[in-house]
């Protein structure tokens, strides 16, 4: 099927749904869920929930208002406390899992509370794929995932969302900043702020897609293969290794590899993917 059919599906998802909350994050996936069940739903059955924590970056809640304004969508900011879930700061494999049930649970908590009784996230058929044990959660916690059960994929996604002008049809994915940290190294506020304004910097420099990887003592930074020269030129090495030590990281690599989604997966053995939490 074609995006515009796949489109057609998932109105059939949502229309007998009548109202909806979104977990909301201002990410690509999130964003088009939202704006596809404002269009289908009325923007006035539909509400926009978002968790407010150190690991959601600054740039992007300002991004989520912004979307959510633009679909003229009321939107919820719920104070999220992840970092108090020792299950969550000994970041093993499962990290995503106890962040997703903190994240989720609250949304669902709230949305019910304001006569959602019905709530969605903005999972996509490409997710199926890919090692994401907050998944565990959004099953556990009956959470819709209408963009997946549509077959509809990350370009799919794209595709509808230049279609209707939504601001974030080509933002690079952006997972949270504690997806950047390496498992076994202990989630803190500090190492997310770190990360944080790393990227900051590494955004300011005209790197559009990349990620600084937290590894302790080490910031390894990934670029796109087509950006690696530029990050390597003398000029630029010089600025990204100054500022990454004044944040407070030791040593600064450059990964020759370049950016790819999930590379901190790529140390988790299979027995660590199916088995999670026992340790890495």
């Known amino acids: 099927m074609n995006p515009n059919e796949k489109f057609r599906t998932l109105e059939g998802h949502l229309r007998p749904l009548k109202k909806i909350a979104v977990a909301f994050s201002g990410g690509v996936d999130s964003s088009f869920l939202l ?13 926009a929930c978002i968790g407010i924590s150190p690991s959601l970056p600054a740039r992007q809640l300002a991004l989520a208002r912004e979307t959510a304004d633009f679909l003229g969508v009321r939107l919820i900011e719920i104070a999220l406390a992840e970092l108090d879930d020792p299950n969550y700061q000994v970041n093993r494999a499962d990290r995503c899992f106890h962040c997703k049930s903190h994240q989720f649970g609250a949304i669902r908590q709230r949305a019910a509370a304001e006569g959602f009784t019905q709530a969605a996230c903005g999972n996509n058929f490409d997710d199926k794929e890919d090692f994401r044990p907050g998944a565990r959660a959004v099953a556990a916690l009956g959470i819709l995932t209408p963009l997946a059960d549509a077959g509809l994929s990350k370009e799919d996604i794209r595709t509808l969302s230049r279609e209707r002008n939504l ?18 190294i202990e989630i803190t506020e500090e190492k997310l702020r770190q990360v944080e304004q790393a990227e ?18 080490l910031a ?53 993917k199916d088995r999670p939490g026992e340790g890495v």
């Open 200 to 217: 900051e910097f590494v955004r300011s420099l005209g790197f559009a897609e990349f990620r600084v990887r937290h590894h302790g003592l």
């Open 35 to 47: 704006a596809a069940a404002a269009e289908i739903l009325g923007a006035q059955n539909v509400l």
């Open 167 to 184: 601001p974030t049809a080509q933002m690079p994915a952006s997972p949270c900043l504690a997806s950047r940290i390496a498992y076994g």
């Open 220 to 272: 390894r930074i990934e670029v796109l293969e087509g950006d690696i020269e530029k990050a390597a030129a003398e000029s630029v090495r010089k600025q990204l290794a100054d500022k990454l030590k004044a944040l407070g990281f030791q040593y600064v690599a450059l990964d020759l590899k370049g950016f790819r989604s999930g590379s901190l997966n790529e140390a988790l053995s299979e027995r660590e």
